[in-house]
């Protein structure tokens, strides 16, 4: 599939979600008893890595309502050493050492031990660290169209390693939305190959798609970095659950609502998982909001060499 099919592809999906004019008010059962809810993550990367606890809720409960857990005890082990996460007091998240990191290979399980209905209650949770799929050696960008940025990557994927990867843009200092994240089949896709100016990474700024907060139009001396992510096989079924639930389906009466793949464990029943990933980060400086593809691809290829799809 190429760039543009990938552009429109999205953009339609972006249509459908928005454009239904009928308010629907969905008849909701009464909700299970609120059962305990994992959300942690931990990567390669040196820092302080979170997981949040909080309880369920009925559905259409605002963010902000969502009750947190605060008071427990969580902790982190790597099958040769535990450490302890500490509390940012009364928001239900935890954090490891600032200098904290996940290593390849080994298998991470996390442990909390928390009062519920009081009782004391232990739950648990395990991913083993996947080997880094890619050597990521640039990245670089040009305008694709009026408010579109593509951002490309340059990078050896390594032979024989069945990697999942996903794809995460940091613009203006902000972290985009994991429904705007790209996932990545590697083997399938270019298993051994080295990415030469590989285009996965889209940047729209369009008020047809959904955000919190609007996305706004790059410019000169804004810093863009990438986020990739080397997948356990559990996250990458996980990425594909929630894409699954979180887009629009066609016909609109397709499959049933589920609830995510949880590898959550404990004494009552839990929701959410614990996740591990490897992670490559590569960051780029905007200098030139409307420079071309072609204009990027000189900086990257000797005089005179035949650029593909025109130019030189």
């Known amino acids: 599939m190429n760039k543009i099919s990938r552009i429109f592809i999205w ?9 239904c004019v009928d308010d629907f008010t969905p008849d909701v059962k009464d909700a299970p008893e609120p059962r305990l809810v994992i959300d942690g993550l931990l990567t390669t990367e040196p820092a302080a890595h979170r997981v949040r606890l909080s309880m369920s809720a009925p559905f259409g409960t605002p963010s902000s309502q969502i009750p947190v857990v605060s008071g427990a005890s969580v902790s982190i082990w790597d099958g040769e050493k535990t450490v302890t996460l500490r509390e940012d007091p009364g928001t239900g998240c935890y954090y490891t050492p600032d200098d904290y990191f996940g290593q390849e290979g080994r298998t991470y399980r996390l442990d909390v031990e928390v009062d519920l209905e009081g009782e004391r209650r232990h739950y648990s949770a395990e991913d083993e660290m996947p080997p880094k799929g890619i050597r ?24 024989g390693i069945a990697s999942h990867y996903a794809g995460e843009l940091v613009v203006h200092d902000r972290r985009l939305p994991v429904g705007q994240w790209v996932f990545i089949d590697g083997l399938s896709m270019f298993d051994g190959n080295y990415l030469f100016a590989g285009e996965y990474l889209p940047y729209m700024v369009s008020e047809l798609i959904p955000s919190e907060e609007p996305l706004t139009p790059l410019v000169e001396g804004d810093m863009v970095t990438l986020r990739f992510y ?36 404990g004494d009552t029943e839990a929701m959410g998982s614990f996740m591990v990933a490897d992670l490559t ?13 072609e204009e990027m691809l000189r900086d990257h290829l000797p005089p005179g060499y035949l650029i593909p799809g025109g130019g030189y």
């Open 281 to 293: 980060t590569l960051t780029v400086e905007v200098k030139n909001p409307e420079r071309t593809r």
């Open 11 to 19: 953009l339609a999906a972006a249509l459908l979600a928005v454009s």
């Open 136 to 159: 990521g050696d640039a990245m670089d960008y040009y305008k694709m169209a009026d408010s579109v940025w593509m951002f490309t990557i340059w990078g050896q994927d390594l032979p």
């Open 230 to 265: 080397s997948l356990s096989d559990f996250f990458y079924d996980w990425i594909l659950a929630m894409t699954n639930e979180t887009t629009a389906r066609i016909p609109m009466l397709s499959s049933q609502p589920a609830n995510l793949p949880s590898n959550v464990k």
